[in-house]
């Protein structure tokens, strides 16, 4: 157990540092960071004079060497435009992205299984269609099309729900409805999938062949099995929604990372861009992390050989 | 106490409505055994499941009469119906690798039995589940409670399955296949079990099989299927001694019986394929198949005929004739030997009979495997120290358990892994230092599943072809030439030559398997269980085919087989193989008439024959399979060993090679076994 | 359709197999039995006529712009609203360029068509690549791609692309690159399992036994055998790929104007959605109609290819 | 719909609250949206508009510049002189505190200056400082500012561009404690500035009562980022909100014919421009002839731009600067009127008649930059469009890869051509004609305190820019603030809210 943890945080550890280094490097070569420090009105000079101060002269190598032996102990450096220090400005987006990503997660999860599940019961009739048809149009709406659709119902017309902004439940009803919506999709076809081959396998005919009663043969035998890999899914997703954040939270305007990111990203302030799709990398893998781990106890044949 | 009339079963298929079982009738007594044997597609599945209202989605079930103890099951509701199912009825299946719920422990599986439909507390239930866990021979049953399906090897989790039927007490039990997935050694255990515990629970057991010898050995009466319907029913002396249809007759002609049919001889094999279940058929279903059929097999319906005490069959025959036809395969033969059908004959090699074309020299094969996902990667001897020659002109077989090797060492002279330690020779050659290409030429695998071995995107004239291809051997016109010759050459049509591998039948697909491994002219052919996916009808047609060829074109072959009657059929010499091990190899006489190793002994013990007399044998094996993972130290098949002794424990066995063979035991062991002091004084001399 | 897995396998070979309908024609009934498969091969279809034909069924140049006539409203705006400035000769309309809107929607097809087609290629090719290799040879390599594909999983598709696009510009090719090199993931993930599973065939075992190299293994033997499943990730990426793009111009960085592509239209009609919805309305809807033709057919294909689909 | 039900709701506030209605109105907080987010609190190490908007909420500078008469009022200094060409001498307002007690006095407005004007600090807005070569206290209420050279326009830089912070307090936490907890005299302080980026402004009730800038009217101001404009006017018409500005032009027309909002359109000191690489500094050939520049100039129907994109009263311009600042004279310009034909005379002339290709950057409305991408077509020019954010095509300027982008310049509110003539034509990385007779043109009139010589040499530049088409310019700015109807807001020409000067209508 323990060298399986450690076998995959060297991993996780390996994962992040060839993300960084892939975003440092893409970002370096693309902008400038001593113009982009400069601002408006310096002159060539004093562009010279901020990149020999932050050593931007320095070969790229030796920049990324130093950054990452900063970043390992949590320290990304300096906002070039916000003048405060990066991992202040994470934490203090991490929450809202967080209870986004939580929230539509929970949406997609909730409303996904039950449908899966039904579909998979009684295939090819109206509830497989129907839960066939709101996955199909989940996958093809723009998400933020849906969303902009959203607001002008929900906030122009019926005045139910807030515009935009973070500060209580009801702001997140909507993003979390827009951002979880793309990936229901993918949780009832892996629902429906899992539940029919489940609902064929040997062992739920030996269930029946005890003449359990359905719902026990369902849930306790069927429902258990098929849920597994949708762990493994709900980590992935959580992972891209916190990427996938990024147009739902300006569009909502929600100081979530995804926010941050973007105006970040139009200013070209490397360091923060650089430590969020860090940030999110470390994430997606620690998750996974857990979700192996989750399946590792609901799946016995995974945790003892 | 069962009692069926007219059951049928109709499933849609996209091609329409197949009509598996087809109208069939029987009564099962408490305390009787009925076997419904039949080949794969005719029925026999879906009778079981239909008894048990168990059947898939969209099948339909119809009846005149399906009574159980007086109460009719058509009209009852489905949860009426799952009051009875595990509780009075209960079935065991035939996978028992997939039919407990990974996810459950054995303990709450079994326990959740008695639950549903007994009014007892958890505690009594678990009781009873320990009780019955030792009652069916699991060691420990106490502690297998808390363990996870896949912790148990398949024998265990199968004597699990049967403990679970047996939670209830039920009166009627239903085995499909209960062996079939499991070990010869394993299988005997098992019928073994299910005879004592059915005199025991006094139930009424029906069990479906494919194996005419499981059915002679516990059969009280035996019901014959094809194509969906019973062709044969009766007491099983009578259809053994006296079978009547044709196609009974025809199976049996088919499994090579030592004492029937000479070692190597032509065996009987039913020609063609079953029809088509989608739709109705007139007259008798088995007359495109049956070489006694005329003309009026062909039309009408053919009713079960009362034919002796308790027998009938449904042929029109006369009984005179059909009498006569009983045990000569020679009727049977469903092809010529095709080797005649060659334009060109094939260079006859210059046998050099006895000289090793391929040798083992102290071959090893060593895999990291890592045992569940928490844990560290441990070794995993597959293959240990192995000595062996492979003769020119011979058929040496290759015996063992499953999971004991035999494959390994398959893909170790295929060239596809290079063994750890040790070395193949091919004519006297290191073959591994010549690269794949050059072992290719020369060495030709054909394996176990037909369905698997060819690629499905390709026609089988470009399979058959393709080494040549590969090779660089011929220009296209001549690939096409000797692909031609050779789809003659293994009894294909030749249309088959542009079909797709999905439109052939198991059998056809063996044959292009075998085809392919020629087209290149190699000298040695690997068949790794070249007949266990197949029917018995099927599997003689590819025995007697691979004969043929061996003998005209002086092959050699490794046959690679579980299965000891084909393996003392077609071997000139045997080894057997335990956990990585050569334990004893010699020549088909010496291994069946005088088996040395007791683990060959245990082998011989548990394989059935025929016999309806004979009854289960015991091979005394013990339930606990060796883990290859952990192999027990000293002989390691010791722990199983009925004459085991003191030193088999500690001391590995000398191999000893004399006249009668090579074997690896202490019981042969003429030197007086060292004794342990001895054995540490070497070691600290050392 | 069968009862246990033993009887399934043997299925086919009920009956004088050679004489059944070919595998070609039950694929054709199964196609077009498949409801889903039929609208959205239909939706595809028109859409890509219209791509194809754009300069012909055109009613306008789509870059021809008149700002004195800026935003006409479609047509039925003369129906419903009494609207004057609503005639035939734009039937959709015009934009805030004063361009025919319905031509642009025309001209809109082959950008959207073009973007996902390509971006699908290029992952696709990568993926393959990747997944197939790390299938076929397990251990070491495997190990390496697997790094690679989860590194690549672990980069936020949408940060990432935005970040060069906003840093390097944008143009139709960055975008359908940086498609391209982000979307392989699918692809790498399902060709490694299929790769998997096909390596334990014995076909491959004994293309092996052979001598065969490993690249004819894959490209001949493989391949060919996971051409459906292939087939199915690209409509997914597809798919994908084209709402990326949309996601891309909606904040402003996806292909340049003038470029009629949806994505575009549909990020220029937002801020018109309070007065002028139908601006924003009508390229949703191809958007709409496009992904979900091209979802309907990978489903269907899905359905069709495999045997435990409906049918 | 959304005015509906706001008429709805302030009906019945009305009816309930009537008796204290007046109370209850100046309690009503004013709930704006901006479209970015401040980058840094601390005025100095910020270069974006919302900041200069909060700052002049937040603090006072020494001098108030009135934006409609244009003259110098006072503000925390009372009286200033020349008293030498390089010497300036002030008067301070006493009895001024600062929002956490502090009283304001000389040391300030010395420790202020001399911290910001220090070439270490890192300041952003370093033009703004980079004059003062240092400040010394007279007395307590006296300062004196040295400058390094003469530098005419100093006044306009001190009024408002440099806000006076506590010194204490500033020496004790520096530009990060004053980023998180900004602390000034304006008319409005800080209450609070959360996580979520809400910036709740609250009035300073201890505000001077002759302060030019007022005693504000409405008590609470609650600002928030709102980057989407289709997300802004949902929140409008929602009642989110009840103040946004710059929305598109025909938009904000069509909101005003809805009842309950209101909308007012000012023209800015903001100027559209194309700008277009002469020197070549980017390597495009055929834009170093004057002809092709000529010929774009021809080519663009900035009438038709303005009348039907950019709208409300904007004006096409024809100088490289805003009709607001000083020295900008448009007669100077040389005039250019949309005659396609005589564009395609002039490519062909020099040796374009085939037309190009160019690459044209653009940051601001992709409509604007789309119609002249239109108008570029007509005449054979094949000009792609290359899109991007401010920042990122900033840095592309200054490392100077662009050809042509079509940018605006705001000139941060500073009414002296020097603000926008200088800053882009006097060799700085903005600089795509490197003109050196110009830039000693602008050395002049930059430096001198003759206001008829300054008039003079802007004048010439002017004429140089224009003549040679180093710049295109386009057109004046016009802001469009949408707002509901109860509220009393006035526009001004600097581009600069003032909620200090907003009040809820009876």
Known sequence: ?305 | ?686 | ?311 | MGSLRRNVLLAATALVFSAGAAFADEDRPLRVAWDFEIDNLDQYYNTNREGIIFARHVWDALIYRNPDTFEYEPLLATDWEWADDTTIEMTLREGVTFHNGDSFSADDVVYTLNTVSDPDSGVLASRNVDWIESAEKLDDYRVRINLHEPFPAAFEYLSEAIPIYPGDYYREVGPEGMNENPVGTGPYQVESIDPQREYVLVRNEDYYEDSPKGIPAIRELHIRTITDKSTQMAELLSDGLDWVWRLPADQAERLERRPGFEVKFGEAMRIGYMGLDAAGRSGHEALQDVRVRKAIAHAIDRESIVENMVRGDARVIHAPCSPFQFGCDEDAAVKYDYDPDRARELLEEAGYGDGFEMTLYAFRDRRWTESILGYLADVGIDANMQFMQYFALRDLNHEGTTSAFHMDWGSYSIADASAVVSHFFKGSPDDFAQDEELQQWLEIADNSIDEEERLENYRNAIQRITEEVYWLPLHTFVISYAFTEDLDMQAYPDEIARYYTYSWKE
């Open chain 1, 1 to 305: 157990m323990l060298r399986f943890l450690f076998r995959r945080l060297v991993m996780a550890a390996a994962v992040a540092v060839a993300v960084s280094l892939i975003t440092f490097t893409l970002t370096n070569f693309a902008s400038d960071p001593a113009i982009a420090m400069a601002g408006d009105t310096a002159s060539a000079a004093e562009i010279q004079q901020i990149r020999e101060r932050e050593g931007f002269d320095r070969p790229l190598v030796v920049q990324y060497a130093d950054w990452l032996s900063s970043a390992v102990v949590g320290d990304f450096g300096y906002s070039y435009r916000m003048r405060v220090p990066v991992s202040d400005l994470i934490l203090s987006r991490i929450p809202v992205t967080m209870m986004l990503g939580g929230a539509a997660l929970t949406f997609a999860i909730v409303l996904a299984i039950p449908m899966g599940v039904l579909a998979a019961l009684r295939p090819n009739s109206w509830i497989d269609r129907t839960a066939l048809g709101v996955a199909v149009l989940g996958q093809a709406m723009p998400t933020f099309w849906f969303a902009l659709m959203m607001m002008v119902v929900f906030s122009v017309f019926l005045g139910w729900l807030p515009a935009s902004g973070a500060r209580s439940w009801q702001h997140f009803i909507m993003p979390a409805i827009a951002l979880g919506y793309y990936a229901t999709p993918a949780f009832m076809r892996l629902t429906r999938a899992g539940m029919l081959e489940v609902m064929r396998s040997d062992y739920i005919r030996t269930a029946r062949a005890k003449g359990l009663r359905p719902h026990v043969v369902l849930f306790h035998h069927g429902l258990r099995n098929a849920i597994i890999p949708i762990v493994s899914l709900a980590a992935v997703q959580f992972g891209f929604m916190l990427g996938g954040s990024v147009v739902i939270e300006t569009l909502f305007s929600m100081p979530g990372l995804g926010f941050l990111a973007w105006e970040s990203i139009s200013r070209a302030d490397l360091p923060v861009i650089q430590a969020i799709v860090l940030v999110i990398a470390v994430f997606y893998v620690l998750l996974n992390l857990m979700a192996d781990l989750a399946n590792a106890y609901l799946d016995p044949r995974i945790r003892i050989g």
């Open chain 3, 1 to 311: 359709m069968s009862a246990t897995p033993q009887d399934d396998k043997n299925l086919p070979d009920f009956g004088a197999a050679l004489s059944e309908p070919s595998a070609g024609q039950m694929l054709r009934r199964r196609v077009f039995g498949h409801t889903g498969l039929v609208i959205g091969g239909t939706i595809l279809l028109i859409i890509a006529l219209m791509a194809l034909l754009a300069p012909l069924i055109a009613p306008h140049d789509p870059y021809a712009h008149n700002l004195a006539n800026r935003l006409v409203p479609p047509i039925w705006h003369d129906w419903f609203y009494d609207d004057p400035r609503a005639t035939w000769t734009h039937i959709f309309g015009t934009d805030h360029q004063g361009r025919d809107y319905l031509s642009r929607i025309i001209y809109g097809a082959r950008i959207s068509l073009l973007i996902g087609f390509s971006a699908a290629i290029i992952s696709g090719v990568i993926g393959c690549t990747l997944g197939l290799v790390a299938g076929y040879y397990g251990g070491r390599v495997d190990m390496v791609v697997n790094f690679i594909i989860t590194t690549r999983l672990a980069m936020p598709v949408i940060l990432v692309a935005l970040a060069v696009v906003a840093l390097m510009g944008s143009s139709l090719t960055i975008v359908v690159l940086v498609l391209g090199f982000l979307l392989w993931d699918q692809f790498a993930v399902v060709m490694r399992t299929l790769a998997m599973q096909m390596r334990e065939f014995d076909f491959v075992t004994s293309a092996q036994a052979l001598g065969c190299s490993p690249r004819y293994i894959i490209m001949r033997e493989i391949l060919p055998n996971v051409l459906n499943a292939l087939l199915v990730v690209m409509t997914i990426e597809m798919a994908n790929a084209i709402l990326l793009e949309a996601a891309l111009s909606f904040l402003g960085l996806g292909v340049q104007p003038p470029l009629p592509s949806w994505g575009l239209m549909l990020s220029q009609a937002k801020d018109e959605i309070f007065f002028d919805p139908w601006m924003i309305t009508i390229p949703g809807l191809a958007l709409l109609m496009l992904v979900l033709a091209i979802n309907l057919i990978g489903d269907g294909l899905r359905d069709v290819t495999s045997p435990e689909g409906r049918s």
């Open chain 2, 1 to 686: 106490m069962l009692d069926v009339s007219n059951l049928t079963v109709d499933l849609p298929t996209p091609a329409g409505t197949l009509h598996a079982v087809r109208g069939i009738d029987f009564t099962v007594k408490q305390g009787e055994t009925f076997c419904i044997v039949g080949e794969s597609g005719s029925g026999k599945s879906l009778t079981s499941l239909a008894l048990m209202g168990l059947l898939p989605k969209g099948a339909a079930r119809r009846a005149d009469r399906l009574a159980f103890k007086e109460q009719d099951l058509l009209s009852l509701r489905e949860h009426r119906m799952a009051d009875l199912r595990g509780n009075r009825m209960a079935m065991i299946f035939q996978e028992p690798m997939t039919s407990l719920n990974p996810v459950h422990t054995v303990g709450g599986q079994l326990e959740e039995a008695l639950l549903r439909h007994q009014p007892v507390s958890r505690k009594e239930a678990r009781e009873r589940a320990v009780h019955l866990l030792d009652r069916v021979g699991v060691p420990a049953p106490a502690s297998r409670l808390r363990q996870f399906p896949h912790e148990l090897s398949g024998g265990l989790r199968q004597r699990v399955m049967i403990a679970m039927a047996l939670m209830c007490g039920p009166d009627l039990l239903i085995a499909d296949e209960p062996t079939t997935a499991l070990d010869v050694s394993i299988q005997a255990q098992i019928l073994r079990l299910l005879r004592d515990l059915q005199d025991e629970f006094h139930m009424g057991l029906i069990l479906v099989t494919h194996d005419l010898s499981v059915v002679a050995r516990v059969a009280d009466r035996v019901a014959v299927m094809y194509a969906g319907n019973f062709v044969e029913t009766g007491p099983v002396h009578e259809i053994f001694r006296r079978p009547r249809h044709p196609y009974t007759q025809g199976l049996m002609n088919c499994i090579p019986a030592p004492g029937k049919t000479p070692p190597g001889g032509r065996l009987g094999a039913i020609a063609g394929i079953v029809p088509s279940l989608v739709g109705t058929i007139t007259g008798c279903a088995f007359r495109n198949r049956c070489p006694f059929a005329f003309d009026d097999c062909a039309h009408g319906r053919i009713d079960l005929a009362h034919i002796g005490e308790k027998h009938h069959s449904r042929c029109l025959l006369p009984e005179r004739q059909a009498a006569a036809n009983a045990g000569r395969p020679e009727l049977w033969q469903a092809e010529e030997a095709h080797v005649e059908a060659l334009h060109q004959p094939w260079e006859k090699r210059d046998a050099r009979p006895g000289e090793p074309v391929l040798t083992l020299d102290a071959v090893s094969q060593t895999f990291k495997v890592r045992r569940a996902m928490f844990q560290a990667k441990i070794p995993l001897h597959a293959v240990n120290e192995v000595n062996l020659d492979i003769r020119e002109g011979e058929v040496l077989g290759l015996v063992g358990e499953s999971g004991c090797g035999k494959s390994t060492l398959a893909k170790i002279l295929l060239g596809l892994i290079e063994p750890t330690s040790g070395q193949v020779l091919f004519d006297g050659e290191p073959m591994h230092s010549h690269g794949r290409k050059f072992i290719a030429r020369h060495i030709q695998p054909v394996f176990q599943d037909p369905y698997s071995a060819l690629n499905p995107r390709k026609t089988v004239g470009f399979i058959i072809g393709q080494p040549l291809m590969v090779h660089g051997l011929a220009g296209r016109a001549e690939v096409e030439r000797r692909v031609k010759e050779l789809i003659d050459l293994v009894g294909l049509p030749q249309r088959v030559f542009n079909s797709l591998p999905n439109q052939l039948s198991g059998g056809q697909r063996q044959r292009v398997a075998i085809a392919r491994a020629l087209i290149m002219r190699p000298k040695v052919i690997i068949c790794d269980e070249p007949t266990s996916a197949l029917d018995v009808s099927v599997q003689s047609q590819i025995l007697n085919l691979l004969l043929d060829l061996q003998r005209e074109f002086s092959l050699t072959y490794l046959l690679i087989s579980h299965n000891l009657a084909v393996v003392q059929h077609m071997a000139h010499r045997v080894a057997v193989m335990y956990l990585g091990r050569l334990v004893e190899v010699t020549n088909r006489a010496n291994l069946f008439q005088d088996p040395r190793h007791p683990y060959t002994q245990a082998l011989l013990d548990s394989a059935l024959t025929p016999d309806p007399d004979a009854g289960v044998p015991d091979p005394k094996l013990g339930s606990l399979p060796p883990n290859p993972l952990d192999p027990p130290p000293g002989c390691a098949f010791h722990p199983r060993c009925p004459k085991a002794m003191e030193h088999c424990r500690t001391q590995m066995p000398r191999t000893i090679d004399d006249k009668a063979g090579r074997v690896e035991c202490h019981l042969h062991d003429q030197t007086a076994p060292i004794s342990i002091a001895n054995k540490r004084a070497r070691i600290s001399a050392a």
